[in-house]
Structure formats: C-alpha cells, structure tokens
C-alpha cells in the first residue's frame, strides 16, 4: 500500500536557523507531491507541489523542496525560518489513485 | 483565488442526532471533493471521494450509511454524521479539486464535531 512518512514529528528552532523536514513515500509509479501548511487556527494550505519538470521547486514564503526520485523523497528546506513559520507541515502524494495520502505531519516551533 | 468553506465551523449535538456540514467551493468549480478526518495530533485520513452527480466513494473501513455523502452541485457537497456517537468527535475536513485544475486540492477550514 502507499505510504507517506515524515520521519520528524517536532521541531523546534531558533529565528534564522535553516529547515529541512524529511518526507518519504512508498509507490513505485508516477506520483505528484505536496507539502501543505497548517498555522494555528487555520485551515491546510498549499505550500508548493511538484508534478514534473525540474525537481527543485520552490513554493510560496520562501520555502523550497527536492524531488529525488532514487531516494522516493521530497524534503521540504527553508534557509532561514521565523517565528510567523511555527505551523504543522503535511507531506501528501498523489498517485493514480486519485487520492492524496498524507504523511503523519511535522510540528514546527520557532522561537524568537 | 480557489477558496473553500466549511459550515458550520463548529457543532455539539447530543448522541442519536444527525449533523450535516457543508462545504462549498466559493470562486472555482469542483467536479470532486473529499472528505476527511483528523484525530488530534493526527494525519488527515481520507473518508470518501465525492464527484458531483454520482455517489460517493468511500474508503475502506468507513460506514456510507453514517457518514453520508451528496455532492448536488458543482459548488457544494455535504457530509451527514447520522445517529452521531460521541466516538465520532472529530475534525471533518473537506477538500475541492477544481475542474480542470489538476490534481491540487484547496482545503476548507474544517468543522469541529462534539458528540455529547
């Protein structure tokens, strides 16, 4: 069956330091990827995607993921992250399922 | 652009009720929207696929005689928690794919159930 895992499940940091939060999938196929964003009190947003073309994508807020296809990974990197980013990150793939299955979801602290 | 709604945002009802949310998409078409669930601390767990016309597409291990499912139009779809239990307290999150959008899914604000 698919999977999603994102092996980090809390992550605290201080103003500036540099994020990477590991997500892995298990499909042998095409997939299309997500990382989607959960601030406090509010509702899940598309941080980027990928579906093809360059691996490295950059999405909104300055946030950034990879594609390595051979390592059935999409880790999502922000080189300097603030306090505005403490949210709850989602990683989701998309297969010929039609459905997006999410991985268990990283808590982000940032403290000033 | 591509906005989702949920309501109500919240409901507490008392066990042997049914409680309908809605969810609609406010600026886009969707031919599809899904329907989840999330425990606290949890993941989103896929509850059922709903293309609008046709009936709905449930997940394995979801009951589609109590979590009813109408997709009317292709604004709107609604989740009925029939004879709610309090172990259907829950975060119900509804997600839209726009027609012709590819396979992005904008998610709604989500619906707090309380179950007493």
């Known amino acids: 069956a698919q999977s999603v895992s994102q092996h980090n499940h809390h992550v605290i940091l201080s103003e500036a330091a540099s994020l990477e939060l590991g997500c892995n999938y298990s499909y042998g196929g095409t997939v299309n990827l997500f990382w989607y964003v959960q601030y406090p009190g509010q509702h899940l947003q598309l941080l980027l995607k990928?579906?093809?073309?360059?691996?490295l994508v950059k999405g909104i807020k300055g946030f950034e993921a990879e594609f390595i296809k051979s390592k059935f990974s999409f880790n999502l990197r922000k080189p300097s992250v603030q306090w505005s980013d403490t949210a709850e990150y989602f990683c989701a793939v998309n297969t010929n399922t039609d459905k997006l299955i999410f991985g268990t979801g990283t808590r982000l602290q940032v403290f000033p | 652009g591509a906005v989702v709604s949920q309501h109500p945002s919240w409901v507490i009802c008392k066990s042997g009720t049914s409680v309908k949310i809605e969810c609609r998409s406010l600026?886009?078409?969707?031919?599809?929207m899904f329907w989840y669930r999330q425990f606290p601390k949890q993941s989103l767990m896929l509850m059922a696929t709903?293309?609008?016309?046709?009936?709905?597409?449930?997940e394995q291990g979801v009951e589609k005689d109590k979590f009813l499912i109408n997709h009317a139009s292709l604004t709107l779809s609604t989740l009925t928690v029939t004879s709610a239990h309090p172990e259907d307290s829950s975060f119900y999150i509804c997600?839209?794919?726009?027609?012709?959008?590819?396979?992005?899914?904008?998610f709604g604000p989500g619906t707090r159930l309380l179950v007493l």
């Open positions: 990928y579906f093809s073309g360059d691996p």
């Open positions: 600026d886009f078409q969707a031919t599809t």
């Open positions: 997600s839209a794919r726009e027609v012709g959008g590819g396979e992005t899914q904008y």
């Open positions: 709903s293309n609008e016309g046709s009936k709905a597409t449930y």
